[in-house]
């Protein structure tokens, strides 16, 4: 493949450093060499980004949380989805940004916001309004100079049952631990078997087909990033790496339907809640940086 082209020892690194490639990435890439040799699946050069690139993403994401620390503030009873739609376009347009979802694939809004038992992908419109006891997740994505950054987050709104509280909860301390168990020289696998693992210990299912992803120069980059795999297999994680982990956790069944009408909202197949949030993560060479929360 022309990206993992083979470079000569004393020609530039193609990672843009401006060094030679034998005081560079040469025994990066040897590393990497031996695992794809041991069977395993490795990254291509193509999504390891390099230093000029995650300056990039880590700006797009500045606008990314700007975004949903503007929803914090002011989301409530009585009010929107539309609304948080306008605030997440106005917050992004204001900061030279761009919402990636909007017209993403015939996407027609700026945001997702996925309300008790949808899954995912819901559509912000005037007529859905946010009521007592309602968990909301609101899914922002951001382009800044070609840049992608993605993150989502729950919301409560008023007075939300114990139930839904702990579903909230435990989702958010699966992407916690999804986040401890990123790691270079160790495997996509490991982290989601840890997330599973974490979601079924409290009695949830994690949704199988959707799942993360690498992102940074497009919206959805190799590799898909599953959350119920198993420990060893899928990619290995390496330096430069950037992608999401974003499980969607259910109440029941792990499930679910699309919308017919509008071909985008999932929800749960026994109608039960769902929740998810989302980080988007880089891999260092001791663990991993958190660009967007
Ligand atoms: N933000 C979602 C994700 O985390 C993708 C939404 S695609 C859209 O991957 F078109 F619905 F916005
Ligand atoms: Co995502």
Not at 8 to 30: I, T
Not at 81 to 97: F, N, R
Request: aromatic residues 8%; hydrophobic residues 35%; proline residues 4%.
């Amino acid at each position: 493949m022309f990206s993992n082209q083979k470079i000569e020892r004393n020609a530039p690194c193609w990672c843009g450093s401006g060094k030679k490639y034998k005081a560079c990435h040469m025994n990066f890439d040897q590393k990497i060499k031996h695992y794809e040799f041991m069977g395993h699946m490795v990254p291509d050069r193509s999504i390891i980004k390099t230093p000029a690139q995650i300056e990039g993403i880590r700006k797009s994401a500045v606008i990314n949380i700007a975004c949903l620390d503007k929803v914090a503030e002011v989301i409530c009873e009585g009010m929107s989805t539309q609304d948080i739609d306008d605030i997440v376009y106005k917050t992004t347009v204001e900061m030279g940004g761009i919402p990636a979802p909007l017209h993403y694939e015939g996407f027609p809004k700026s945001v997702c916001t996925s309300i008790n038992n949808e899954v995912c992908h819901g559509i912000p419109d005037e007529k859905i309004i946010l009521k007592d006891g309602d968990i909301i997740n609101v899914d922002c994505s951001t382009i800044l100079n070609g840049y992608f950054s993605d993150s989502s987050r729950m919301f409560m709104i008023g007075n939300v049952s114990e139930e839904r509280k702990r579903l909230v909860q435990v989702t958010k301390e699966c992407v916690e631990i999804g986040l401890q168990n990123v790691k270079p020289w160790t495997f996509l696998g490991d982290m989601g078997n840890a997330v599973n693992q974490h979601a079924m210990k409290n009695g949830y299912s994690v949704v199988r087909e959707i799942g993360g992803h690498g992102c940074g120069l497009e919206f959805h980059e190799d590799p898909f990033v599953s959350f119920v795999s198993k420990p060893g297999t899928e990619m290995l994680m390496v330096p430069g790496m950037v992608f999401t982990i974003e499980p969607m956790v259910n109440m029941g069944t792990c499930e679910f339907y699309e919308d017919k009408d509008n071909g985008w909202t999932i929800y749960t197949k026994d109608g039960k809640d769902s929740a998810q949030w989302e980080i988007q993560v880089l891999v260092t060479e001791t663990g991993a940086e958190v660009i967007t929360y």
